[in-house]
Structure formats: structure tokens, C-alpha cells
């Protein structure tokens, strides 16, 4: 499988405003997510490394209770086990980057 059209994969909601595509592989997890105006991500943290891209809108993250408005372009890198949280404060288009293979998300294709 070296090409995928993630607009062909199904679409998962993560929590209410937080919608991901997923293409994992033996080694990450890569997860196209659009996240609603409004749409809370509860603080979480899990053993996988996250690099968040911003490709539309402007997010809100908190990241080990450091806050700041990631817009378009911007990138927040979040280490393993590090508490962190989000806010949409528009209707945003995200790229999420997860090292090792986020393990739950790759079961939701079972």
C-alpha cells in the first residue's frame, strides 16, 4: 500500500469536534484530523511521541500547562507521556504525526 487518498480512509471521531483519517505503519501514525469550532480535546497523554501540524484555523493547545494559538504553519512537538489539551477556536484542518504506532487508534481498523 504506497499510495492511499486519506480521502478514501473512514473517518473516526475522536471526541465530539475532533474527526481523524488514519494511515499508520510499522514504525507511526499519521492522523488527518478536522476539528470543529468550539471542539474541546480533553487533557490526555499516552507514550507516543506527537508532532502537531496546523494547516488551517487557529488551535489553542496546552502542552504540559504551557498555552499558546497555534495557526496555520505552526507545529507544537509534544513529548512522550506529556499532558496536553486543545481547543479549537476555529474549524481547523490538522496533521498529526505519532511515533511508536499509536496502537488504539490502529485497532479502530479491525
Not at 474541546?40 to 496546523?54: K, M
Not at 499532558?83 to 479502530?108: N, Q
Amino acid at each position: 500500500m504506497p499510495f492511499v487518498d486519506n480521502k478514501d480512509l473512514p473517518s473516526h471521531e475522536l471526541v465530539k469536534g475532533f474527526n481523524a483519517r488514519f494511515v499508520h505503519t510499522d514504525e507511526l501514525t499519521v492522523a488527518y484530523v478536522d476539528a470543529s469550532k468550539g471542539g474541546i480535546l480533553p487533557e490526555h497523554h499516552h507514550i507516543n511521541q506527537q508532532v502537531t501540524n496546523v494547516l488551517e484555523g487557529e488551535l489553542e493547545m496546552t502542552v504540559e500547562g504551557k498555552t499558546t494559538i497555534l495557526k496555520s504553519g505552526m507545529v507544537a512537538v509534544i513529548p512522550a507521556n506529556a499532558k496536553h489539551s486543545a481547543v479549537a477556536l476555529t474549524d481547523c484542518k490538522i496533521i498529526d504525526v505519532f511515533h511508536p504506532v499509536r496502537e488504539d487508534y490502529r485497532k479502530l481498523y479491525e
